[in-house]
């Protein structure tokens, strides 16, 4: 099983343009995450997903739209990208039905921002 | 709301000593508690988890953590540590019924030889 994968691993963005950051697990997990890491602020929680078609919001969704209209995918967008957004973005997923709470994670994108 | 403290964001230890990384939480509600581990650029793996039952979890790699109620504390702890265990830690939370995970900060562990 490949796990949770996530592309491109490396992005340079300019301030103003818009991208799409893949993730696809074939876990059959039910909860799918993103989450931002930066320097002295650990990781903090963008969007989450419960299932496909149910999407909630995290402590800096700002900036950000996610969708879930499979199981497998849960893509992260940036709409019109800020050099505050430059990170390392990492998604995640687990079993949602309490019985594991282990969360695998992807390799991480990184993401800068001009 | 639930939220996580690192007390040390980096804890220097000589290579075969033993070592505590320290971990405070706060809730309202019953919690899960988690120690993840992140090696140079690569992503997180859980390294043990507290649900329920034991008070004193172990995990992988020689790593244990006691969960304290009344100090609100998840402290993990290794007997002695090897160059291998250089990496930064991180502490997690989440509030029964709430399907948010929080992290601290981290603590990067450094071993010295």
């Known amino acids: 099983n490949a796990g949770v994968t996530q592309t491109p691993k490396f992005q340079v963005l300019k301030t103003g343009q818009s991208m799409t950051l893949q993730c696809a697990q074939d876990?059959?997990?039910?909860?799918m995450s993103w989450y931002r890491q930066d320097p002295g602020m650990g990781l903090r929680l963008i969007h989450y997903?419960?299932?496909?078609?149910?999407?909630d919001q995290g402590e800096v969704p700002n900036g950000y739209n996610v969708s879930r209209s499979t199981t497998e995918d849960f893509p992260l967008r940036l709409l019109s990208a800020a050099p505050s957004q430059t990170s390392v973005y990492f998604c995640a997923s687990r079993r949602g039905d309490g019985t594991n709470e282990k969360l695998f994670f992807g390799s991480g994108t990184q993401l800068s921002v001009l | 709301a639930q939220s996580v403290t690192q007390l040390d964001s980096q804890v220097p230890v000589f290579e075969e000593a033993p070592v505590e990384l320290r971990c405070n939480y706060s809730?309202?509600?019953?919690?899960?508690l988690f120690w993840y581990v992140q090696y140079p650029n690569q992503g997180l793996q859980l390294l043990l988890k507290y649900l329920s039952g034991s008070t004193l979890v172990k995990g992988i790699n020689g790593f244990e953590a006691e969960f304290n109620k009344s100090q609100t504390s998840f402290h993990l702890r290794k007997p002695s540590v090897h160059i291998s265990d250089t990496a930064e830690y991180f502490c997690?939370?989440?509030?029964?019924?709430?399907?948010?995970?929080?992290f601290g900060t981290g603590t990067r562990l450094t071993i010295i030889p």
């Open positions: 876990m059959n997990h039910e909860y």
């Open positions: 997903s419960v299932g496909a078609g149910i999407t």
């Open positions: 997690a939370v989440r509030d029964f019924g709430n399907e948010k995970l929080t």
């Open positions: 809730s309202s509600v019953s919690v899960y």
